[in-house]
Structures are given as C-alpha cells and as structure tokens.
C-alpha cells in the first residue's frame, strides 16, 4: 500500500526560488512607477499652467491693443 506523504513546515526551494523572483519583479515595478511619477511632477513643475489648461489664451500678433 501507498503511504501519504508527510509534510513539512519548510518550503521547497522552487517555491522559495519562485517567491523571490516574485519579490524581485514587485520590487523593480513599484521602483518604476516611482521614478515615472518623479519626471511626471518635475516635468510638469517647469511648464507654465496655462500650457496645461484646455482654455484658450489671447495672442496679440502686433502688441496689445490701445487702451
């Protein structure tokens, strides 16, 4: 007859190999988003804010207008 096999409290080490490749790959994501939201903010911080608005701005080809 068969007998169950026994469990250990260890993990094997393909699990563990797995669950840090898993780390790893969590780690380089969470990095990057990191550094992309970092270029977003300073990138934004150069630009004036009405190059950002959808409103429309008045240009006045020869001067501005006499008052």
């Given amino acids: 007859m068969l007998q169950p096999l026994a469990f250990s409290d260890q993990p094997r080490a393909g699990s563990r190999i797995l669950v840090g490749i898993k780390r790893l790959l969590l780690s380089a994501a969470g990095l990057l988003l990191l550094l992309l939201a970092g270029i977003s903010l ?9 190059t950002r608005s959808f409103h429309f701005m008045l240009k006045y080809v020869n001067g501005p207008p006499p008052t």
Avoid at 42 to 50: D, G, I, Q, V
């Fill in 42 to 50: 300073l990138s934004r911080a150069e630009t004036p804010c009405y």
